[in-house]
C-alpha cells in the first residue's frame, strides 16, 4: 500500500451536493496537503494542514486531520460541474518538508 | 508573475533516443522538484534540488536518468535511451526556501508528457 490512500477511487454526485474524500496514510507526519489536478494538467494546491491542527476551512472546502488514526479527509460543500477533477493527498511521510508521498487519487465527477 | 514553465508540453521520443524535459520555476523559487506521474496513479517523487545542487535523488532510477539546475537557466531532466516504460506525465514543482508550512504547498507546473514509441 502506498503512504497515502484516497477513498473511494470514484465519486460521482450532483451539482449542489457535498462531496467527501478520505486519505488515509502509514507513518508520522508534519503536514498534509490536498492537491486537484483537472484531466491533462498539473497539481493546483488547495490546502495544508499541519500535524498539530485538526481542522481547515478555505471557502468550500473542509479539512480534518485524525493523526491518531493517520487519516484525512476533505469534503467540498455545494459542488459544482467545475470541481470535476482529481483530488490527491500528500504527506511528508515525516522525511523532511521538501519530498511529498502522494496517494492514487480520488476522481471526482460533478454533473450539472 | 509567470508559474512555473514546463516544456515541451508533449515529447515523443523512439526508443533508444534521449528525453530532455525543461523546468523554469516561479519567479523567486529556488528549489526545484520532479515528480513521475504513470497513468491511473498518483505522483512519485524523483528528485529534489536547489541551485547547481542536488539534495535528495532518492526517487531517480540509478541509470539512465540524470537531473540539474545550474545557476543560470531551467532545471532539466534528462533520459537516456528512453523505453517504453518511461512513458508518463513529468511534473516540476518550485519553491522558495524554508519551511512548507510558512508557504503553504507548492506551485506545480502543467507537466511534459512524454511518450516511447
Known amino acids: 500500500s502506498q503512504q497515502g490512500e484516497e477513498d473511494p477511487q470514484a465519486l460521482s454526485i450532483q451539482e449542489g451536493e457535498n462531496a467527501t474524500m478520505n486519505c488515509s496514510y502509514k507513518?508520522?507526519?508534519?503536514?498534509l496537503q490536498w492537491y486537484r489536478q483537472n484531466s491533462g494538467r498539473g497539481l493546483v494546491h488547495l490546502i495544508l494542514i499541519r500535524s498539530n491542527e485538526r481542522e481547515k476551512h478555505s471557502g468550500r472546502l473542509r479539512v480534518t486531520l485524525d493523526t491518531s488514526k493517520k487519516s484525512s479527509s476533505l469534503l467540498i460543500t455545494a459542488s459544482r460541474a467545475a470541481d470535476t477533477a482529481s483530488y490527491f493527498c500528500a504527506t511528508d511521510a515525516g522525511t523532511g518538508f521538501q519530498k511529498l508521498v502522494f496517494g492514487t487519487g480520488t476522481r471526482l465527477l460533478v454533473s450539472p | 508573475n509567470a508559474g512555473v514553465m514546463q516544456n515541451p508540453r508533449h515529447l515523443v521520443r523512439r526508443r533508444g533516443q534521449e528525453a530532455r524535459l525543461r523546468c523554469s520555476p516561479m519567479?523567486?523559487?529556488?528549489?526545484v522538484y520532479w515528480y513521475r506521474q504513470l497513468p491511473e496513479e498518483g505522483l512519485k517523487f524523483m528528485v529534489y534540488l536547489q541551485k547547481e545542487n542536488i539534495i535528495d535523488e532518492s526517487g531517480m532510477p540509478k541509470e539512465r536518468f540524470s537531473a540539474e539546475f545550474p545557476k543560470e537557466g531551467p532545471s532539466i531532466l534528462r533520459i537516456q535511451q528512453v523505453v517504453r516504460g518511461d512513458s508518463a506525465a513529468y511534473f516540476c514543482a518550485s519553491s522558495p526556501a524554508g519551511e512548507i508550512f510558512r508557504f503553504g504547498g507548492y506551485t506545480f507546473g502543467s507537466g511534459t508528457r512524454l511518450t516511447v514509441v
Open positions: 507513518t508520522s507526519i508534519n503536514n
Open positions: 519567479k523567486g523559487h529556488s528549489h
